[in-house]
T-cell receptor, first 117, second 113 residues
Framework: GAVVSQHPSWVICKSGTSVKIECRSL??????MFWYRQFPKQSLMLMAT?????????EQGVEKDKFLINHASLTLSTLTVTSAHPEDSSFYIC?????????????FGEGSWLTVV | KNQVEQSPQSLIILEGKNCTLQ??????????LRWYKQDTGRGPVSLTI?????NTKSNGRYTATLDADTKQSSLHITASQLSDSASYIC????????????FGKGTTLSVSS
């Protein structure tokens, strides 16, 4: 079964509104979570890295005020797209890394499709 | 510049046939290399993870190879099935604290009957 759960899987919102995407680690404590966006037929692009209890580190070109990331607990990180516009429509994926990280494993969520109309 | 290049970009094969996907990287310092399978509209699923000292690793019909000297990796799929149709992504992690993963653009595999 999935060890990283994303919700919602699909969301449609009106332009100008905000939408929140949740990423949960189900079977482990995720000390670090990564948020990606993926356009059709493109590879994943890292948006930000968040460590539990601290501010997220954003990649160059990613607006931190537009893409709000919260990692308040060891099992939950949220991405809020504020004042969404049609160009924000994309596939958003999170991944999580556990505390021990012994197996070098990073688990990905199932992704969330965002359509802004 | 840290890059991960995959080839071919896309591939079409008949069910039951074998195929090999290539991945070349220039990431340094190197920590590990991963192959992921991503079905359309889904999150990536890990197939293999290989460190510097590993040359070959298998996961069912998937066999990954790694040549850390030439910085090349391959993913061989044996006896392909229709369900193998997906994007296969090569990902390299730098041996550097705090860094995430460097993704290739993927190879889109289509298996037809």
């Amino acid at each position: 079964g999935a060890v990283v759960s994303q919700h919602p899987s699909w969301v449609i919102c009106k332009s100008g509104t905000s939408v929140k995407i949740e990423c949960r680690s189900l079977d482990f404590q995720a000390t670090t979570m990564f948020w990606y966006r993926q356009f059709p037929k493109q590879s994943l692009m890292l948006m930000a890295t968040s460590n539990e209890g601290s501010k997220a580190t954003y990649e160059q070109g990613v607006e931190k005020d537009k893409f709000l990331i919260n990692h308040a607990s060891l099992t939950l990180s949220t991405l809020t797209v504020t004042s969404a516009h049609p160009e924000d429509s994309s596939f958003y994926i999170c991944s999580a890394r556990g505390r021990n990280y012994a197996g070098n494993t990073i688990y990905f969520g199932e992704g969330s499709w965002l359509t802004v109309v | 510049k840290n890059q991960v290049e995959q080839s071919p970009q896309s591939l079409i094969i008949l069910e039951g046939k074998n195929c090999t996907l290539q991945c070349n990287y220039t990431v340094s310092p190197f920590s590990n290399l991963r192959w992921y399978k991503q079905d359309t509209g889904r999150g990536p699923v890990s197939l293999t993870i290989m460190t510097f000292s590993e040359n070959t690793k298998s996961n069912g019909r998937y066999t990954a190879t790694l040549d850390a000297d030439t910085k090349q990796s391959s993913l061989h799929i044996t006896a392909s099935q229709l369900s193998d149709s997906a994007s296969y992504i090569c990902v390299v992690k730098k041996n550097q604290a705090g860094t995430a993963l460097i993704f290739g653009k993927g190879t889109t595999l289509s298996v037809s009957s």
